[in-house]
């Protein structure tokens, strides 16, 4: 299933397409359900309805991403029909694309993040962008609060990039917040869940390093092209196990199913913070997910094959 009505349409269109390439077809007939942006579902390419499509299917391989897809409405909608899917369940995956809940869920959990400050459309932008920068100071990094592939995110070094950063974010979302900006490296953690005798097993780290005259992993950065990707990264072991133990403690403290990957920044001085963590990593030929897999021996086909049986268990 992939498409939807969602800012991250045409990474879904791709993970989608890659996933209906690479499903084992000894063991699986994959049938292409598209989402188009109005919200109208497609059978291979035929317009159909949800609940013929769910009498179709054994299984639906969520292949989303964004708001609809990846917020827990398509899996509310799911498991109202007892359709078996991939992923994190309906109220998982709302809480962690709300960055502002999962935060505070992680801070309980005990995961350092950065401090934030949450700004709606109700607020006064002015007061807002001056108490974040009196709290938390410059640099601010400025992102709406429910999307995803860092969609609508500034980094923003003066008041007034403050100010236009926010009032950009609130376009694309009805709270925005106010991050503290982390320096130092990127580096993102899968986990995978029920394999190799672990409940919960964390791939290799995934060390990111932007193109030169970027700050961090924005959309252009994912997607263009051009970002090194290094797994494993260069960190020492004990930075390396502190991500995956963080990551693993991300995945349980958010009730997440299946698959996750969490984000990071590692200070100079070695302090790791959480960003944020994705339900429904990206699984296309550029994605961070399959590299982070296939770095253990484990090959796509076999990946998506363990993620189809793992949602048809009861």
């Not at 070094?157 to 106010?178: N, Q, Y």
């Not at 580096?187 to 390093?209: M, Q, S």
């Amino acid at each position: 299933m992939r498409g939807g009505p969602s800012s991250e349409y045409e990474v879904s269109l791709k993970t989608g397409e890659a996933v209906l390439k690479h499903l084992d077809q000894n063991k699986f007939e994959p049938l292409d359900v598209l989402i188009n942006k109005n919200g109208v579902w497609h059978l291979h390419g035929l317009e159909a309805e949800p609940q013929k499509i769910f009498r179709s299917v054994d299984v639906i391989f969520n292949a989303m991403h964004g708001e609809y897809g990846e917020d827990g409405k398509i899996q509310q909608i799911l498991e109202t029909h007892k359709v078996p899917f991939t992923g994190s369940g309906a109220l998982a995956s709302a809480t962690a694309m709300h960055k502002r809940l999962s935060k505070r869920i992680f801070e309980l959990a005990g995961i350092n993040t950065p401090r934030a400050l949450s700004i709606t459309e109700k607020d006064d932008i002015l007061a807002m962008a001056a108490e974040a920068v009196r709290k938390m100071s410059l640099p601010l990094v400025i992102k709406p609060s429910s999307k995803g592939s860092s969609v609508g995110i500034t980094l923003a070094r003066t008041i007034f990039d403050v100010i236009l950063g926010i009032e950009s974010a609130l376009k694309k979302d009805s709270e925005v917040l106010a991050e503290s900006y982390i320096p130092g490296r990127e580096a993102t953690c899968a986990v995978l869940e029920n394999f190799r005798g672990e409940c919960h097993y964390a791939f290799p780290v995934v060390e990111i390093i932007p193109p030169a005259r970027k700050s961090f992993f924005d959309y252009e950065s994912k997607y263009g092209g051009r970002t090194q990707e290094l797994c494993p990264g260069r960190f020492d072991t004990l930075d390396a196990e502190k991500m995956k133990r963080a990551a693993v403690a991300a995945h349980e403290s958010l009730g997440c199913r299946h698959y996750s990957r969490s984000d990071f920044r590692i200070t100079p001085n070695g302090k790791i913070y959480i960003l944020e963590l994705n339900t429904l990593p990206g699984l296309t030929s550029e994605s961070l997910f399959p590299k982070a897999a296939a770095s253990v021996g484990l090959e796509f086909d076999q990946l998506l094959s363990h993620l189809v049986n793992a949602a048809l268990k009861p």
